[in-house]
């Protein structure tokens, strides 16, 4: 298996996790779109990075959640309800990202980060609907990019909660978190199935995520909005040029 000459790099994959969880909470995300073009700019195959990726999103999801529900900032209705569609695109995502060659995964990987960078720069400009047919149907799409991508999904989420269904920032970004966990979860056991998962690569990056989520849930509340915007777009933008400047170099 890839990661088995890394054994002694642990501590480098937890530290991975942990900067992706911690952004990743600032931003409402479950940090794959930091875990999955490291990984794959590392060198690691595109699909075992993306499964490992997913597993660390699972980390996010489960780190600091509990203080946000506490201070009632996750709307677990709303996110139950956009979940059970967006598990179906990840389920399906899952089945067919296996089945694509790496390269295909690695720019998938880059087109929704630019995606999307684009999606949260134009949000300020967005009059919310509130049209929750809408939010299925882009939900749906937000499981199918994490699961052949990695990323978690909450880079759609967020935009959706926000403007399209009107929640408040801390709304939204608590409610991502809660939801990018299960749709990673789900999304995973396509991977499994087909035996493209890598145990030692995976759970040090969880179990940083997990630390870094954690350490930053505390911090959230007092972002602010724009900010936030601005962190997220140049995040997406950059590692977005990076992964296909890679991709192509190296394909």
Known sequence: MWCLGLVPYLPVLVLIGF?????GTFL?????????PT???????????????LTAVLGTGLGGLVRFLRRGLVRVRVGLVLESV???????????????PGSYVALAISCALALAGTVIVLQPRLRPPRSLKLAL?????AGFLSATTGIGGGVIKVPILIAVLGLSVKEALATSKMMVGITAAFGLT??????VYDVLLALPLAAGTYLGASTAARFV?????RKLRAI????????????????????
């Open 19 to 23: 900067i992706a969880g911690f952004i």
């Open 28 to 36: 409402g995300i479950g940090g794959g779109s930091v875990v999955s």
């Open 39 to 53: 990984l794959v700019l590392l060198g690691v195959e595109p699909h075992l990075a993306v499964s490992a990726s």
């Open 86 to 100: 967006t598990i179906v695109g990840a389920v399906l995502g899952g089945f067919v990202a296996v089945r694509l």
């Open 137 to 141: 149907l882009i939900s749906m799409f």
């Open 190 to 195: 396509s991977y499994v199935a087909h035996g």
């Open 221 to 225: 509340i007092r972002l602010e909005e």
């Open 232 to 251: 997220a777009a140049l995040l997406y933008y950059s590692m977005s040029i990076l992964t296909a400047v890679r991709t192509v170099l190296f394909s």
